[in-house]
């Protein structure tokens, strides 16, 4: 694929926020005031994507606009593009919505997959994923865009081992992968990992389990083709039918991975002929080369904050 290929970033800002305590997506947190979005922006721009689309709140669209009036256009290219979409409990694809009635009982949207399938409209071509309230590091989007535009059959995750994504203040939620050969086999969403007296400890489906230091974890930074939407697609008709009744029910991104990976398995395995939303695609893994930093809990803001002047005073002053 041609190196100059259109390639866009999709940024999920749509959040609550609720162990945080407020809307980390505009938390000014850099040496600067950077947001978090803002430094993961201009690293994808660097790094050669072409557009960003945020998936956002509407209350947010305001706030956002003037971020990246005043603060992201002056650092990129008047060729550079960027859209908002609206994270909206109603935007299900049509089979989904046979299973509901109204939204009122809904008190959030329905998960990371649903915020992905929201930019369906806006998205063409090769995108990289990425949460708004994470630091990435440069290497992550260099690693993305050379991946996605030299195998664009494939799509791709770049991880980070489990120790430096933990947060010292409580637990959080990690995509826990298994990984050969540089390929993705397998991976589920775990919850509340924390350290404890006998180690790293988490819970994955509600059951307690236990972790290594060094697992390799999705932090949210996946590399795909537009061919995901349709496998979101299925996964939420699904999802919807089995759980849209529930008030607080998620469709994680992570977990339609999994379930994609494991209907193509089975699919081959038993020589079942593949249909366009079931061909099987390689998902690569590479490990970023620079620490992921992010803030779950009110208490990580000064760390965060520590750790990015530290890249910073390494940088001449410049985190992204």
């Not at 930019?119 to 989007?141: Q, W």
């Not at 775990?190 to 974890?217: F, Y």
Request: overall charge negative.
């Amino acid at each position: 694929m041609n190196e100059n290929s259109p390639l866009t970033l999709v940024i999920m800002a749509a959040g609550l926020g609720s162990r945080f305590g407020g809307d980390k997506q505009v938390a000014a947190l850099g040496p600067n005031g950077e947001t978090m979005l803002e430094l993961s922006t201009v690293s994808a721009y660097k790094a050669g994507f072409t557009q960003v689309v945020l998936v956002i709140r509407p209350e947010l669209e305001v706030q956002l606009e003037s971020l990246f009036c005043e603060r992201v256009k002056p650092q990129v290219s008047p060729a550079f593009q960027y859209h908002f979409c609206y994270q909206s409990i109603g935007d299900l694809p049509d089979e989904a919505l046979t299973h509901l009635d109204s939204f009122d009982h809904r008190l959030k949207p329905w998960g990371t997959a649903h915020a992905l399938w929201c930019t369906r409209h806006k998205v063409k071509g090769l995108m990289a994923v990425i949460n708004a309230d994470d630091y990435y590091g440069d290497s992550a989007f260099e690693l993305m865009a050379e991946g996605l535009r030299a195998r664009p059959q494939e799509w791709m995750l770049v991880a980070y081992p489990m120790h430096l994504t933990l947060s010292e203040h409580g637990g959080v939620n990690r995509g826990v992968c298994r990984v050969e050969q540089g390929v993705l086999q397998g991976v589920a969403e775990w919850t509340e990992i924390q350290q404890k007296p006998e180690g790293l400890v988490g819970l994955c489906d509600g059951v307690s389990g236990s972790l290594k230091a060094s697992t390799p974890v999705s932090m949210t930074c996946w590399g795909f083709s537009v061919d995901i939407f349709a496998i979101i697609e299925g996964a939420l008709n699904q999802f919807i039918a089995e759980h849209g009744h529930e008030q607080r029910a998620e469709c994680y991104l992570p977990n339609v991975i999994q379930q994609y990976m494991d209907s193509t398995r089975f699919n081959k395995q038993s020589n079942h002929e593949l249909n366009v939303k079931q061909q099987a695609r390689l998902i690569r893994v590479e490990t970023a080369q620079e620490p992921w930093f992010g803030v779950t809990y009110p208490q990580d803001v000064a760390w965060v904050k520590d750790k990015l002047n530290e890249l910073a005073n390494n940088k001449n002053g410049v985190v992204a």
